[in-house]
C-alpha cells in the first residue's frame, strides 16, 4: 500500500484511531486485514519513514493531523515514531457499520492505538474530534 497525502475535502464522522506498527510488514498486514474485516479502502492509510523524512509531504500529514483537532503531543509522538523507523496506520469508520472496529484494529497487534470518536465535519475544521482514549 502506497502513502496518501490527506485531502483538505475529506469529511470526518464516526470513529478514527492511530495506530502505530515496529515494521512495515507489520503495517502492510494491518491494513490489508482492515480491509478485509470490512473497514472502507479509502479511509485506512499506511504512513511509513519515506514520507516523514520528506518535510513536505509529512508536514501535509502534520497539519492534516492538527487540522482534526489532535492534541500536539500525539502529532509530535507520530513524528517521532516515524523517526524511530516505525509506521503509522490511520484507519476511520462509522460506529454503525463495523462497531467492532477497535477490536479489529487491536486484533492487528499494534505497538499502541488512539482512537476518537469525530463529529462530522470537513478536514480543517476546528476541533472536530474528542480527546482520545
Known amino acids: 500500500m502506497s502513502t496518501s497525502e490527506p485531502k483538505s475535502d475529506i469529511e470526518i464522522q464516526g470513529k478514527m484511531a492511530v495506530a502505530i506498527y515496529q515494521t512495515h510488514d507489520e503495517a502492510e498486514t494491518a491494513t490489508t486485514e482492515l480491509q478485509q474485516a470490512g473497514f472502507d479502502v479509502e479511509k485506512v492509510s499506511l504512513i511509513d519513514q519515506d514520507s516523514g523524512r520528506r518535510s513536505d509531504r509529512w508536514g501535509h ?7 482534526m483537532g489532535l492534541p500536539r503531543n500525539l502529532v509530535d509522538r507520530y513524528e517521532e515514531a516515524l523517526k524511530a523507523h516505525q509506521f503509522i496506520v490511520i484507519a476511520q ?8 472496529g477497535r477490536e479489529k484494529i487491536d486484533r492487528t497487534a499494534p505497538e499502541s492505538v488512539d482512537e476518537w470518536q469525530c463529529n462530522e465535519a470537513k478536514l480543517g475544521s476546528p476541533s472536530p474530534c474528542d480527546d482520545p482514549h
Request: hydrophobic content about 35%; proline content about 7%.
Open 93 to 100: 469508520w462509522m460506529s454503525e457499520e463495523l462497531p467492532d
Open 61 to 67: 500529514q502534520r497539519a492534516g493531523l492538527y487540522s
